[in-house]
């Protein structure tokens, strides 16, 4: 079964554009999660999608949102982009079965890079 | 609010010595407990968990932790390092109801000398 894809992998944009990540869940996959990752503040959650809706957000700005499609794929946009937004993005999954808390698996993440 | 603290900032150990990498975590009820492992410029690899039952897990890789309530640990350990589980290792704790949303530690990187 294949992993949780990611892409781009790489990304260079420069202050105040917008940006939008893509997530592949696990096949069968129906919660997807999004972390930041950067030096300074680590590995800090920005929010979950299941079902096409936001269950979880963590505390970031509203320049962060996402969505996800009926496929549990999923996107993450940031706008209005700052020096501060450069790290590392990690996507993951979980199945969310009815039988209670699942194990969550990371993409490959995607490095933006904010010039 | 959960919170994870992972004390070693930095480990280095020799190859073929034992490991043992800190965890602590904060929360008021059973946590959902899981080791992450990083290599550079990767994403995260499971290396095991805990929800309930058998304090002692078994993972990957020869790793394995055990969940101490009294104490509020979760301690990874190795008996034998090899020189490739040098990456940055990280302790995460998910709340009950859905664990969906990790609260991670800061990570320890873990040096192996030949």
């Known amino acids: 079964k294949a992993g949780v894809t990611q892409t781009p992998r790489y990304l260079i944009k420069t202050r105040g554009q917008q940006v939008t990540l893509s997530c592949s869940p696990i096949?069968?996959?129906?919660?997807v999660s999004w972390y930041q990752q950067t030096p300074g503040q680590g590995l800090q959650f920005l929010f979950e999608y299941f079902s096409e809706t936001q269950r979880n957000k963590g505390n970031f700005p509203g320049r962060f949102s996402g969505r996800q499609f009926s496929n549990s794929r999923s996107e993450m946009n940031v706008s209005t982009l700052e020096l501060g937004d450069s790290a590392l993005y990690l996507c993951?999954?979980?199945?969310?079965?009815?039988?209670?808390?699942?194990?969550?698996?990371f993409g490959p993440g995607t490095r933006l890079t904010v010039l | 609010a959960q919170s994870v603290t992972q004390p070693d900032i930095h480990i280095t150990v020799s190859e073929g010595a034992s490991l043992e990498l800190r965890c602590n975590y904060s929360y008021g009820a059973t946590p959902y407990l899981f080791w992450y492992v990083q290599s550079p410029g990767q994403g995260l690899q499971l290396l095991l968990k805990y929800f309930s039952g058998d304090t002692l897990v078994q993972g990957i890789k020869g790793f394995e932790a055990e969940f101490k309530r009294s104490q509020s640990s979760f301690n990874l350990r190795k008996p034998s390092v090899h020189w490739s589980d040098a990456a940055e290792y990280f302790c995460a704790v998910g709340t009950t109801g859905t664990a969906s949303k990790l609260t991670f530690g800061t990570g320890t990187r873990l040096q192996v000398t030949l």
């Open positions: 993951a999954s979980s199945l969310e079965s009815m039988r209670g808390a699942d194990t969550q698996y």
């Open positions: 096949s069968g996959h129906r919660s």
